[in-house]
């Protein structure tokens, strides 16, 4: 078995606090129905589960889920990276795959794959799933990955190149849709920060701001539970004491 690949920081962090939010506006719909309140609860391996449900419910069952997959022997080879003659990498995810069979042998300048008997149909390409990789591996291998994209502009079905994660900066998507707002530190620099993903009224979910400073919120939460600026300043003595 092959080495697990490394985790991703915050890995399933995101989702977990997408969910529990999305839990906590059901529940608190709920309450406004039927004025019951509900108990909430959410943890990092369910939602680790349920993210990762295809390939666990799969695994009873298809043997190839069960490691990590080999892309010469697809399922599908129109769901798949191909590496192109730089050396980058672009993914085909089309789970209709006779449907765009044509299109991508078209876009390819390989219309003799169309009428190739081993891949007249996913039946076929599944059976001859070596020898198809093998032929788009060729194919992708002729041209940059930027001849690609433009080749690629119009297709009607599903893929992307594969970018590094300083790329994202750069995606046509990025800027008109608020995606990675600008935000200042408390010292007047300026970073980007990935916005939440959900829009209401077409209203990017901007991050307000950084993150505070340590402690930089305390006398104003602690003003806000009640405590007068004496109190405070009693607290502030007793932790200067150490």
Request: proline share 8%; hydrophobic share 40%; net charge negative.
């Amino acid at each position: 078995m092959d080495p697990p690949e490394f985790q991703p920081p915050a890995f399933f962090d995101l989702q977990g606090a997408s969910t529990i939010a999305g839990a906590i506006s059901t529940a608190l719909f709920h309450r406004e129905r039927d004025g019951e309140a509900s108990v909430v609860d959410v943890s990092l391996l369910s939602v680790g589960w349920w993210t990762m449900a295809p390939d666990i419910v799969g695994a009873l069952y298809t043997s190839s889920l069960n490691s990590r997959v080999d892309r010469t022997r697809p399922g599908n080879p129109l769901v798949n990276p191909y590496r192109s003659a730089d050396g980058r990498w672009l993914y085909l995810v089309c789970l209709q795959a006779d449907r765009f069979w044509g299109e991508v042998c078209a876009i390819l300048e390989r219309p003799d794959l169309i009428d190739d008997s081993r891949f007249a149909d996913a039946q076929a390409r599944f059976s001859h799933r070596e020898e198809c990789v093998a032929e788009l591996d060729k194919a992708f291998a002729t041209r940059p990955l930027t001849e690609w994209q433009d080749r690629f502009a119009n297709f009607t079905g599903v893929w992307a190149p594969v970018l590094a994660p300083a790329e994202v900066y750069d995606h046509p998507q990025a800027g008109p849709n608020g995606y990675l707002p600008e935000v200042t530190a408390p010292d007047g620099s300026t970073f980007r920060l990935p916005a939440a993903p959900a829009q209401f009224d077409g209203v990017q979910a901007a991050p307000r701001g950084a993150a505070p400073e340590a402690g930089q919120h305390t006398e104003e939460l602690l003003l806000e539970a009640g405590y007068t600026w004496e109190e405070i300043g009693a607290l502030h003595a007793v932790s200067a004491l150490g």
